[in-house]
Structures are given as C-alpha cells and as structure tokens.
C-alpha cells in the first residue's frame, strides 16, 4: 500500500513538474553576465543544503541525496527510496551607472531545478541518478544610443550618425547523471558521478546605425555542447564521541575539452539596398571543463546540530579565449574575446532541529541557514568579474501521513549580490521548493 501510494504521488509530480521544465530548464536568469563563458554556473546542491547556502561536500544524512559528493550515496538506508524534486522562483533588480547618470531593470523568473533519486543496491553500495543543472544562459537588453558622427566633429557631414546594440541571449548545460557510492569501512566512503551533459549557447548582437538610411551588423554566436562529466568524492567519518560526529569530505573533478566547435554568424544588412553580406567564422575544440577541487567539513551534534564549511576551486583560466576564424579566408575575427579567471567559492551552514525523532511537529521542523562567497570565472574587458556574497535560510518541514513520516517539504530564501567597480550591480533574491519523498520500498512482509 505505502508503495503504491508513494508511485502515484511520484508519478503526479513527474507529470506536473516536467512540462515547467520544458519551459524554464534553460529560462531562470535575466543576467547580462550569462552572456560570458558557459554562462552563469548552476547551484547543484539539492534538499537541505539549498537552506545551508550550498554546503554539501561533507554531508552525510540517511534521509537525503547529496549529488554534492558521491561517497554520501553508501549512506542510503537498506530500506529507503529517496526521491527529491524541486523549482525556483527568483525576482532580480540590475542597476548600472555611468558618467550620464544610473539606470535600473527588475526581472522575474522561474524554472524546474532538478530532479534526483537514491537508494541502497546491496550492503555498502547506494546509488543515485537524476537531472541537475550546469549552467544557464538568458538576457536581453539594449545599449542606448550614442552619436558617433556629427556636424561639429565633421563639419562637411550634413547628417548624424547613431549606434545602437540590442543584446539577446539564451541557452544553458544541464546533466543526467548516475552515480555510485560504497562504503570501504565503517569510516570510510569513495564515490562517483558519471554526468552526461548537453546544452546550446546563443548569444545575439545586432548593432544598428542610422545615418542617410539604415544598416544593421548582426553577430549570432551558438555553440552546441555534448560531452560527458566526472566526479569522484571521499568521506571520512570520525565519532569524537557518542554525541558528536566529525565527517571530511574530498571532490575532484578533471578538466578536459567539451569538442564544442562554436560558431559565429556575421550578417551586414542595408535596409536601403536590401542587400545582405554573410560571413561565417568557426573556432576548433574552444570550450573546456574545468579542473574542480573541493574540500569539506561538517560536525554533527546528536540528532540536533548539523554545522558545515566547504571550499571549492575552479581552474577556468586554463579555457582560452575563443578565436573565431574566417572560414573562407582562414583569418581571425577582429575582436577579441575576454579570457577567464580561477574560481574559488567557500560556503557555511547549519541545520538546527530540537528533536528529529519526537512526537511533537514542532520538534522534527528543521531550522537552516547559512552564507557564502565566490571570486568570478569571467573577464570582461581584462577586468576580473563580479564577485558574489549570498545569504541563506531556509525551513524543513515534515510530511506526516498514515503512510509517511519521513518525507520533508524543503523550503529556502536566498539573496545573492553580484557587484564590481564599474559594472552591473545585480540582487537576487530566490525562493526554492523541494520535496523529498523518503518511501520504505524494500522492507520485508513479517507474519504473525
């Protein structure tokens, strides 16, 4: 009964959350930074760690899937199925100002997240799979116009030339992955994930100038990315005592080519002839996953504390910049393309519950929060990209039913502040739903 009521519930939630997929997977951010690179880098942690900011690399709790680090999969209980779905919700505001003075844009937008499952296969080996987010690409916005020719710098020109350039932008990388953890020793847990990742990338400038008539230099960038991502993880428990738990965790993830070969589109249009010059411009092997390499640490107090501090790094500078080249002519395209930087990230969090076990609601809720900041992996004029500082809270809330008592409705606020000196200043806030169903599939019938 409890596995047939559990199926239909998954089943709804698959048919309902899939089709917001379809709209939103690659549709959450209104951000002109994800024009650059790969675009805005996902958040893939999942459950409880969305409350704690992202902390994840040294979880390791029965009742969750952590895609953070694969070594937590050993975890999984002998009995339990974990399915954890969810969506985001996120209203943002850009502001950027110039020596002409300040101007703002307000943005909402909403997608699915991700979808994963984990569950024990034999004794010491969990696994999991699912969908997780990479990376998103969107934006649109227009520069205003500027003269760039008129009477008093020209005075034989009679008539004034303006510039304008609308930016538009969409795409993004998504996985699915399956992974494996196994429990070494009562101390010690390896792990991996085998991500199979694909996406576009589109980005769009048209330039329009106005002078005696119109003409127009559109510029469409796409890169179609198929390659597969790996992950390995450890952890390694040590009981300080009967209370407390000290659990450290290990990730690395290789750096290797996408095999993406992007392409660039360069349209000259005049409105006035009707005429249109297309030249094409392709860059061999350009795109790279980055060398990652992640370290954390978490201490679990009874069932009650759970306080975690992760450490990641990124090595986006050894990914070029991209050199688009003349497919007839064999030359470069004039412009260059910005170059990238190191990532580092470092998140904290905690999880408060007063009694996980108790027969009181308000006992089992559990309490979360938890900040973080990250350096960019973006240039953007040689100049080093925005860095960011997020804060975080969020809320598990159990779903008690006849058939259920371990399933959790995860809720949690983000603000997240992206700034640099003479760039965009962008404030994020984001809200995330999740639900973690946590189904005894596999326990056996008793007889009286």
């Known amino acids: 009964m409890k596995k047939s009521v559990f199926s239909f519930i998954t089943t709804i939630t698959l048919l309902l959350t899939f089709p917001v997929a379809s709209l939103y997977a690659q549709g959450d951010t209104s951000s002109p930074y994800s024009q650059y690179g790969v675009g805005l880098l996902g958040d893939q942690s999942v459950g409880m760690s969305r409350g704690m900011n992202g902390v994840g690399i040294a979880l390791r709790e029965q009742g969750q899937v952590n895609y953070l680090n694969p070594a937590s999969y050993s975890q999984i209980d002998s009995t339990t199925f974990i399915f954890d779905v969810a969506m985001t919700m996120q209203t943002a505001n850009f502001k950027e100002t110039t020596a002409q003075g300040s101007r703002s844009l307000n943005s909402r937008d909403a997608c699915f997240e991700y979808a994963v499952a984990s569950f024990r296969v034999m004794k010491h080996l969990g696994m999991s799979f699912g969908i997780m ?3 998103v690409v969107g934006y649109e916005y227009t520069t205003k116009p500027r003269i760039i020719n008129d009477y008093v710098q020209y005075p034989t020109t009679e008539t004034k030339t ?16 399956i992974g494996a953890g196994w429990a070494i020793s009562n101390n010690l847990s390896i792990g991996t994930n085998v991500n199979y990742m694909w996406g576009t990338l589109d980005n769009f400038l048209v330039t329009t100038y106005t002078d005696s008539y119109v003409k127009s230099l559109s510029r469409y960038y796409t890169a179609t990315i198929s390659t ?20 450290m965790g290990l990730t690395y993830s290789p750096g290797y ?11 000259t249009s005049n409105a006035q002839s009707a005429v249109n ?3 094409l411009y392709k860059a061999q092997n350009a795109l790279r996953l980055p060398t990652s390499i992640g370290a954390g640490v978490s201490w ?5 504390w759970i306080v975690g501090l992760d450490y990641t790094y990124q090595g986006w500078s050894k990914m070029k910049a991209v050199d688009y080249i003349n497919e007839k002519t064999g030359k470069k395209m004039g412009d260059d393309t910005d170059g990238f930087n190191d ?4 998140n904290v969090g905690a999880q408060y519950c007063k009694n996980a076990s108790g027969r009181s609601f308000g006992d089992r809720i559990r309490y979360r929060f938890g900040m973080g900041y990250s350096t960019s992996y973006i240039k953007i004029n040689d100049q080093k990209g925005p ?6 809270a969020g809320i598990g809330l159990p779903i008690v039913n006849v058939y259920n008592t371990r399933s959790m409705l995860n809720v949690s606020f983000q603000w997240v502040n992206t700034n640099a000196t003479g760039m965009i200043r962008d404030n994020t806030f984001r809200i995330n739903l999740g639900l973690t169903f946590n189904e005894r599939w596999f326990a056996k019938w008793k007889f009286d």
């Open 133 to 135: 987010p990479y990376s």
């Open 162 to 177: 303006t510039v304008s350039t609308q930016n538009t932008g969409a795409g993004g990388l998504r996985m699915v992955y």
């Open 228 to 247: 597969v991502k790996l992950d390995f993880g450890v952890h390694y428990s040590l009981p300080l005592d009967k209370n407390n738990l000290l659990t």
């Open 257 to 267: 080519g996408m095999g993406a070969s992007p392409r660039c589109e360069v349209v």
């Open 277 to 279: 010059d297309t030249t």
């Open 300 to 304: 679990k107090h009874k069932d009650q």
């Open 343 to 346: 990532r580092h990230k470092i």
């Open 387 to 392: 860095r960011e500082i997020s804060v975080s």
